[in-house]
């Protein structure tokens, strides 16, 4: 068995004292010795200069790092002269998203704009930039909540891969299963790349709660009533949640997923645990 790659993400801090604080935190992340770190770009392109700022302090660190990239509400223009920055840096490895637009942005009109659709962004990437940059794409094990049908998003996945994406990695997710189904159908649909587990480790039940209902990820019930149930508790929480995630993880691994890519939340303790009770049991 090939070890699984770790890679872990990071948004952009909005402050000098969020960078410092993001610094340590990196600090004691480096010794998983993770293949490489990624950092959101926020919705339209609204943290365009702290994650490319981030990316910078990341690989003066001697780290790798994956910017991500997202077009919906921008120009082909503007996302050139992006790929134009990110080249002239060095950087070789893109985390490629539509994005989603913020509020206050009202209806999107998925007709109009110069982009609609991730596929279309990874052919525009391709097309700008040949084979320079390795771009990860997104992968919705329970469906993406825009989606018209499973089948659907699936060919959607397809499309991007098609259009020359080199791996995937997935939105969270709590049911094993729903990873493995998904794995096995994209090969089915001719997808051969690396799909990477995305993991979030539980750490605060309401926040959990909210970015759950954002992004369509299922908290199943018995672990949402297990939670409930501690109520303020939040270190029983927190061992709770590293039980359940690990566990996960082990699964995963053992039945061959490529790797793991963790939603850190900026924070280190949380994926530091996990990490260090997957080694412990040898995963
Ligand atoms: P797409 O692949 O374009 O899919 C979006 C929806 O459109 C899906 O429902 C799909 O089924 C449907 N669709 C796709 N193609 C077609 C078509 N041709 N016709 C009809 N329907 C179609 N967001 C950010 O703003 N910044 C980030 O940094 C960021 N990082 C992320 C990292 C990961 C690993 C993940 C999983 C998500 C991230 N997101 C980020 C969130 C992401 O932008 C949203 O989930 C967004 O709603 C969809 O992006 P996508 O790239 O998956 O879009």
Known sequence: MTTPDFSIEFFPPKTPEGADKLRATRARLAVLDP???????????????????????????????????SCLGSSRARLRDILTEYRDHGIRRLVALRGDLPS???????????????????????????????????????????AKSPQDDMQSFARKVQAGANAAITQYFYNADAYFRFVDEAHRHGVQVPIVAGVMPITNYMQLMRFSE??????????????????????????????????????????????????????????????????????
């Open 35 to 69: 293949k490489y770190f990624s950092v959101t770009f926020g919705a339209g392109g609204s943290t365009q200069q702290g994650t490319l700022d981030t990316v910078l302090d990341i690989r003066s660190e001697g780290h790798e790092a994956a910017p991500h990239i």
């Open 214 to 283: 954002m992004c369509g990820a299922e908290i199943p019930r018995w672990v949402r009533l297990k939670l409930a149930s501690f109520g303020d508790d939040s270190d029983s929480i927190r061992a709770f949640g590293l039980d359940v995630v690990t566990t996960m993880c082990e699964r995963l691994l053992a039945g061959g997923a490529p790797g793991l890519h963790f939603y850190s939340l900026n924070q280190s303790g949380p994926t530091i645990a996990i990490c260090e009770r997957l080694k412990a049991t040898g995963a």
């Open 104 to 146: 206050g942005y009202g209806a999107v009109d998925f007709s109009s704009g110069e982009f609609r659709y991730a596929n279309e962004l990874v052919e525009f990437i391709r097309a700008e930039s040949g084979d320079w940059f390795h771009i990860e794409v997104a992968a919705y094990p329970e469906m993406h909540p825009q």
